[in-house]
């Protein structure tokens, strides 16, 4: 009799935990995804270069071209109007003025991350000469360092697009010492076909999850019915009472 007793008293509390522990479970499959930023904060959308000839416009147009951008680095995207992206280059980098432009759309490959080091921080030495036939004491050579943006092909001859104390121009490679930079390699994440900003769960994974619900909530009321159900009354035989 008192084992009776006591397993009817802690039925009920093991069908509450039970039930608590179901319902606390199907709340955490239904919480909502994580966000990859703070609630009203955009993500930075990027786009790797992906071509050696992928140029930075002035205008969302093929003929007003600044250089070419450096392979394998990124531009940030800001905007997208007729197959060209609006882009920065070099924005939020110390020691180093952005360059807002355009590029095509098809020549860069928009990414679903945020790079380290999106672009390329890189230095050339330019050697200008006053010219020949000056007297001894005439300095005729001196040598600059300036920030290398890209490069651009006037004729048959290239140059580099530089920044030399706030001023933007273009010096003849010639004049400068041979680029050697590394290639970004932070491309081994997923790209995407468009601009970046965090993808919403897949339908699939939100179905699924309904339908776990749904099994877990009926597995719930089948504990509770089964450990509340009314108890059948059995008639006592006349051998059961000769035990007692």
């Known amino acids: 009799m008192n084992r009776t007793f006591t397993r009817a008293r802690r039925a009920p509390a093991a069908a509450l935990l039970f039930a608590a522990a179901l319902l606390l479970l199907s709340a955490l499959l239904l919480r909502p995804a994580a966000a990859h930023a703070e609630e009203g904060e955009a993500l930075p959308s990027y786009a790797r270069v992906t071509q050696s000839d992928t140029w930075l416009y002035e205008a969302a147009d093929e003929e007003t071209g600044l250089f070419v951008l450096p392979e394998t680095y990124f531009v940030r995207i800001t905007g997208q109007a007729n197959g060209f992206y609006a882009v920065s280059y070099l924005s939020d980098t110390p020691g180093r003025t952005a360059v807002s432009g355009w590029c095509r759309a098809d020549a860069v490959t928009a990414v679903d991350y945020i790079p380290e080091t999106p672009f390329l921080y890189y230095e050339v030495d330019v ?118």
């Open 127 to 244: 050697t200008y000469s006053a010219g020949e036939g000056l007297p001894d004491g005439f300095l005729t050579d001196y040598t600059v360092t300036a920030a290398y943006y890209g490069t651009f092909a006037y004729g048959s001859s290239p140059y580099y697009y530089v920044e030399l104390e706030g001023l933007f121009g273009y010096v003849p490679a010639a004049a400068c010492s041979a680029l050697d930079y590394p290639p970004n390699t932070e491309h081994t994440e997923t790209e995407t076909t468009g601009p970046a900003g965090g993808e919403e769960p897949s339908s699939g994974c939100a179905t699924a999850n309904i339908v776990l619900v749904c099994a877990l909530s009926v597995a719930a009321l089948g504990a509770v019915y089964f450990l509340f159900r009314p108890a059948v009354r059995r008639e006592r035989r006349p051998e059961d009472a000769e035990e007692y």
